[in-house]
Nanobody
Framework: VQLQASGGGLVQTGDSVRLSCAASGGTVSSRTMAWFRQAPGKERESVAAINWNRGSTYYADSVKGRFTVSRDNAKNTIYLQMNSLKPEDTAVYYC??????????????????????WGQGTQVTVSS
């Protein structure tokens, strides 16, 4: 599975941005998909994920109520709608995909090692 993330850029505090992650060589509808981010000097952390079979979602506490992850099966693409952006949201954002038809528990979504495929990342910079 190849993942291509796009949509990042330079924005101001309070702005909104929508990231896209287009998949090829595999379907997003049959696997858990997620967004991670990595800020300079920090470890890569989970941001949001969407379950493949029920469409349930997971969010890191730091983005709850501001970010929304969604999936368009027809376009084989997932999205991350980011609202009310803050300077601390500045990072490279990566999309990731788990193996097909693999169940993720609520504790699994944030675990990087469970995601097999990764996109190249897209930079989001939020100025104050």
């Amino acid at each position: 599975v190849q993942l291509q993330a796009s949509g990042g850029g330079l924005v101001q505090t309070g702005d909104s941005v929508r990231l896209s992650c287009a998949a090829s060589g595999g379907t997003v509808s049959s696997r858990t998909m997620a967004w991670f981010r990595q800020a300079p000097g920090k470890e890569r952390e989970s941001v949001a994920a969407i379950n493949w079979n029920r469409g349930s979602t997971y969010y890191a506490d730091s983005v709850k109520g501001r970010f929304t992850v969604s999936r368009d099966n027809a376009k084989n693409t997932i999205y991350l709608q980011m609202n009310s952006l803050k300077p601390e949201d500045t990072a490279v954002y990566y999309c990731a995909a788990g193996r097909g038809n693999v169940y993720f528990s609520d504790n699994d979504y944030r675990k990087r090692e469970l995601y097999t495929y990764w996109g190249q990342g897209t930079q989001v910079t939020v100025s104050s």
